[in-house]
């Protein structure tokens, strides 16, 4: 494994600076592109499994953040109220808030149960200096959100599917789980006292996961201040383990919000809301894919998927051509031009998925000799198919970089 602080700053993909202050990252133009195949990744997946994208404000009054409990069990880690208006606002700690008011602007029926809200966020913590750690612990997040408004009922399922979501978007990602854990709640204060919300609210975790077969750990005191929660756990380069993608069952700040629905017997009930996130932030998602591949992405978040190289100079038209087409195709390509020798440009490009290598015969035939980042060279063929073979593989988001 790599270290993600190193290895972001020698790839070009991110970095901080004083002046902007500790714990803000910024993205350059290459890890720019790797969060944007990611966002673009997940909301294509949530628009397939029935969520909703909504924008909300990073700000809310103090008040809002006083109902859901926040005020009360989260205030360590958030920011100080600002003062605009005779109004005190507060930097987000989470989109939960938003949601639910949301959720409560219009009367909802039954019918539109579960309600699958989506928002890829912004959210900010006042973690301490001596926390922060490139992507990894950052003082502002962007949260792969989603909440989802349910009945009782509906929670299993919803909880299930969530589960199916992340084990998929692993999958796709090339990163494994190190472990899952039941996060339950521990000793303290943090935590809203209702015994019988937390129990009912474990038991249906503890039963979607027996339900699934994976193998999980519980984890006393690790549990949300209003939920108990699924947990899946992934390594650093140091061995250190943090949380990437949640599932938790929340009672009470539907409570808190007075949420409602009107049943098919005509009354009001009280909606169940499960927060979940498939890839967590996109700061520790890419963090994690940086100290997992090296720079060695999955073609589908590689910053450059096709190298054109040119032999020599006499190709040169070919190769833009050819790179034309690789753009037109949605495809991340470049020409390196003949300025340097072939094995030196073979090398600089040596972590991009495809390098697409014209020569003259290539050129005479409208063929490409391809190499693939593992070392595989694969014979001339037409160049046409060549790039459509290499886009179905991107657009599958598939970790293997060729399909015989
Ligand atoms: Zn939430």
């Given amino acids: 494994m790599f270290d993600h602080r190193k290895l972001g700053r020698e790839l070009n993909l991110f970095d901080t600076d004083p002046l902007i202050g500790a714990g ?74 938003h949601h639910a008011v949301m959720y409560r602007s219009r009367a909802r029926s039954y019918r539109e149960l579960p309600l699958r809200m989506a928002e890829l966020g912004a959210m900010y913590r006042s973690e301490l200096s001596g926390a922060l750690g490139g992507l990894n612990r950052a003082r502002c997040i962007h949260l792969n959100d989603a909440h989802i408004f349910c009945t009782l009922d509906q929670v299993a399922d919803e909880a299930a599917a969530a589960l199916a979501l992340i084990e998929s978007a692993y999958r796709a990602m090339g990163i494994e789980a190190a472990r899952y854990r039941l996060s339950l709640p521990g000793p303290g204060g943090k935590y809203v006292a209702a015994p019988d919300m ?24 690790e549990a949300a201040f209003y939920g108990p929660k699924i947990d899946i756990q992934v390594s650093d380069h140091a061995g250190r383990e943090s949380t990437l993608s949640t599932v938790q069952v929340d009672f009470h700040q539907p409570e808190r919000f007075d949420l409602r629905y009107i049943g098919a017997d005509g ?42 190289l040119p032999v020599s100079a006499a ?57 693939l980042r593992d070392g595989r060279r694969l014979p001339a063929r037409n160049a046409p198919e060549a790039v459509a073979r290499v886009r179905a593989l991107v657009e599958s988001h598939s970790i293997r970089l060729w399909d015989d």
């Avoid at 103090?62 to 606002?89: C, F, K, N, T």
């Avoid at 040169?316 to 790179?323: E, I, P, T, Y």
């Avoid at 072939?342 to 495809?354: D, F, I, K, M, N």
């Fill in 24 to 97: 803000l990252p910024y993205w350059l133009p290459d890890g720019a592109i790797v969060r944007q195949s990611l966002e673009e990744y997940i909301r294509t997946v949530e628009r397939r499994a029935g969520y909703r994208h909504v924008y909300s404000p990073v700000l809310g009054k103090r008040e809002l953040y006083e109902i859901s409990g926040h005020w009360a069990h989260y205030d360590d880690d958030m920011y100080p109220p600002m003062v605009v208006g005779g109004e005190q606002v507060v930097l987000r700690p989470s989109l939960c808030p």
């Fill in 198 to 221: 937390w129990q009912r609210a474990s038991r249906v975790l503890t039963e979607v996961l027996d339900r699934s077969g994976l193998a999980y750990e519980e984890g006393a005191g």
């Fill in 267 to 308: 009354a009001k009930h009280r909606p169940v809301m499960v927060h979940r996130s498939i890839i967590g932030s996109v700061e520790r998602a890419v963090a994690h894919l940086i100290e997992r591949h090296g720079g060695a992405f999955p073609a589908w978040l590689a910053p450059l998927q096709v190298a054109v």
């Fill in 315 to 371: 190709e040169h038209l070919a190769a833009v051509d050819l790179r034309e087409r690789c753009l037109a195709a949605g495809l991340r390509a470049q020409v390196l031009d003949a300025s340097a020798s072939l094995g030196a440009r073979v090398r600089e490009t040596r972590s991009v998925p495809y390098q697409f290598i014209l020569g003259p015969a290539e050129t005479a035939h409208g063929e490409v000799a391809i190499r």
